[in-house]
């Protein structure tokens, strides 16, 4: 029994890790010159440190609170409503100035859904958030058109306006999809390429998220689910670059929501179901690369079961994870703009995450970042910014390889739907 508790001591050490907040000091001296051109300095920095903290705090609320309201118009497990493209419903809600009335017999719909014991794993979810915000005086439909409100505003300066920072402004959202692990895998796939020899051990991922209702296009007949960590795990495997076995995978993301899902999955093994966010329709077309990954992803650690549902023109399969699996994946809640982790990784990946952020956060995410990596380790991201360019340069971390990739063509369109990653190594 002694040796038993010794071993979970043991365990429980590894996966706390330890966190450290940023310091001035431990910043490169030219990303701190590219700090102060934007105002952030040695003198005020513990300030603005502490700004970021409330304000990511707010950010994460938000977050959850938009993610409410695209359920509210989109889903179909609560009600038999058609649902509202959200992009659609801001338009009106602008410019009437009054919520639709399709729209308030949604509201309906979900306070009264709300209100029973529905064992949906999105109404939990969604249950959970607005018993946070409410208080006994404070009925749902209220808190709902509220939020409404802002989450309309914010998404049509977005479509509808010449404003060019919506990323930067909106709460910070959970989403995720399938198609975000395609340019991860062709990085990670150019990677064994160029260095066959390499073996990776140690992975941080920035950001995993966790798909509770995306801006446009939920798919809602499975519960919640991250997919990213067994992604790169998949890909890892797939490609030599990794024994499953000897792998350890430490999933980084400031909203606790999507760090609680992968602790509870933890010594479980989830059937994953996977979904296109994008659906083949009438001039929209998957590529027969982007059609290639998704057939394969998941064969390296589990098996496809029955299809999993969804609509028109998606592609979808389930996926039954193999035992251990989800053991080597380490959940952590952070800001990886103001904290770091007291360890060092052969691979970083960060996906989706840094658009969200100012010039300046993003200056200090990268800096917590690269100060992760182990000698030798490789960074992976798809933020296409000149400043991320010129903040590897001024790092020492050289470009590896960059490629864009194509998961779908639009007729008529400018260009296609795509992604791009570029790999960076650490000398």
């Known amino acids: 029994m002694r040796a038993i508790l010794v071993l979970v001591a043991a365990l429980a050490a590894i996966d706390a890790a330890a966190l450290r907040q940023i310091d001035w000091d431990e910043i490169a001296p030219p990303i701190q010159s590219l700090l102060a051109q934007r105002g952030v300095e040695r003198a005020a920095f513990p300030a603005y440190v502490a700004e970021v903290r409330s304000r990511n705090r707010t950010r994460v609320r938000d977050g959850d609170l938009d993610h409410l309201v695209y359920y509210a118009l989109q889903s179909s497990a609560f009600t038999d409503l058609p649902p509202i493209e959200p992009a659609a419903s801001a338009k009106a809600w602008v410019e009437q100035s009054v ?198 992803v998941g064969r390296s650690i589990g098996r496809e079961e029955r299809t999993a549902a969804a609509g028109a023109g998606r592609l979808a399969k389930s996926v039954q994870l193999a035992a251990g699996v989800s053991d080597a994946i380490e959940p952590t809640t952070a800001d990886v703009v103001v ?13 989706n995450v840094l658009p969200y952020l100012s010039d300046a956060d993003l200056l200090l995410a990268i800096t917590n970042i690269v100060r992760m990596l182990a000698p030798g380790g490789v960074l992976l991201h798809n933020e296409p910014r000149p400043l991320l360019g010129e903040a590897m340069h001024a790092l020492g971390l050289p470009l590896l390889h960059s490629r864009t990739a194509v998961i779908a063509t639009v007729d008529g369109a400018k260009t296609p739907l795509y992604d791009a990653v570029w790999v960076h190594r650490q000398p």
């Open 99 to 296: 919520i639709p009335r399709a729209v308030q017999d949604r509201f309906t719909a979900l306070e009264a859904a709300l209100g029973r014991d529905m064992r949906d794993g999105r109404l939990t979810y969604f249950r959970e958030i607005v018993d946070r915000e409410r208080d006994a005086a404070t009925p749902v439909h209220r808190i709902l058109a509220e939020q409404y409100g802002r989450a309309m505003r914010s998404l049509y300066e977005k479509e509808f306006t010449a404003r060019g920072d919506f990323y930067q402004r909106r709460g910070l959202s959970t989403d995720t999809s399938v198609e975000a692990g395609y340019v991860v895998y062709l990085g990670l796939a150019a990677l064994h390429a160029l260095e066959p020899q390499r073996r990776i051990r140690r992975v941080l991922l920035v950001g995993p998220g966790l798909d509770l209702a995306p801006r446009t296009g939920l798919v809602d007949a499975a519960g919640p689910q991250s997919y990213q960590p067994f992604a790169v795990i998949d890909a890892l495997v797939g490609l030599h670059l990794a024994e499953r076995e000897a792998l350890r995978v430490r999933a980084l993301d400031i909203n606790p929501r999507v760090t609680d899902w992968l602790a509870h999955a933890r010594g479980t093994r989830p059937r994953l179901s996977l979904v296109t966010s994008v659906a083949e329709r009438a001039g929209v077309r998957f590529s027969e690369d982007y059609r290639e990954y998704f057939a394969g």
């Open 339 to 351: 904290d770091r982790l007291d360890e060092r990784y052969d691979l970083i990946v960060i996906t």
